[in-house]
């Protein structure tokens, strides 16, 4: 007698629910300590830029942005870890497999943010006084873009990360669900 095939289509939304659950959560709260972490080494000035940013936002407004930002992006990391989890071997690790579809989905959002920034410097830098540059350079140190762009991928992965961990600890899997079903036994021996 064969076990009957798993679902795949429940799970999937179980997953995506999740991530977009509590994905932007968790990456909304270790932005700002991320951030810092990264800055210290290399751009010391950008430590204070980033502190005052958060001093300024407060966690709570800035748990309003990473869900804003970071839904659609925390969904997508759940859809795609769904379909990986289905798909891959019984032995592989899911979990990490989690980070790396979530990192690279948060680098694919910073890439957006970074053009959409671009496009904005390109239509309004030009009218910027030179007084108000000279103002606005020391809140904005020359790493601190590097620095961002680091902690939005780690935030993304470590959310990937703990929300993957989250679904194995509940037993929401997808595992098996796109395998082929076990050939049936012959009944001539």
């Known amino acids: 007698m ?27 709260a270790l932005f700002v300590p991320i951030a810092i972490v990264l800055a210290a080494p290399h751009a010391a000035g950008a430590v204070g830029a980033v502190g005052a940013i958060a001093a300024l936002f407060g966690h709570g407004l800035a748990l309003v942005f990473a869900y804003i930002l970071g839904i659609g992006p925390a969904a997508a990391t759940g859809f795609v870890y769904g379909l ?36 904005f410097e390109a239509s309004v830098g030009a009218d910027v006084s030179g007084e108000f540059r000279a103002w606005i350079d020391p809140w904005f140190p020359r ?22 961990m989250a679904a194995s600890l509940i037993g929401l899997t997808t595992q098996g669900a796109l395998g082929f079903p076990p050939p049936a036994p012959s009944g001539g021996d």
């Open 143 to 164: 790493g601190l873009d590097a620095t961002l762009r680091g902690a939005l991928v780690a935030c993304g992965a470590v959310s990937a990360f703990a929300c993957a």
């Open 84 to 119: 990986w989890d289905a798909a891959a071997p019984a032995g592989a690790p899911r979990a990490l497999a989690a980070a790396i579809i979530g990192g690279a989905i948060a680098y694919c959002v910073y890439l957006w943010l970074a053009t959409i920034g671009a496009a």
């Open 2 to 28: 064969s076990a009957p095939p798993r679902r795949f289509f429940l799970p999937l939304v179980g997953l995506t629910l999740l991530f977009a659950a509590f994905g932007p959560a968790i990456g909304g």
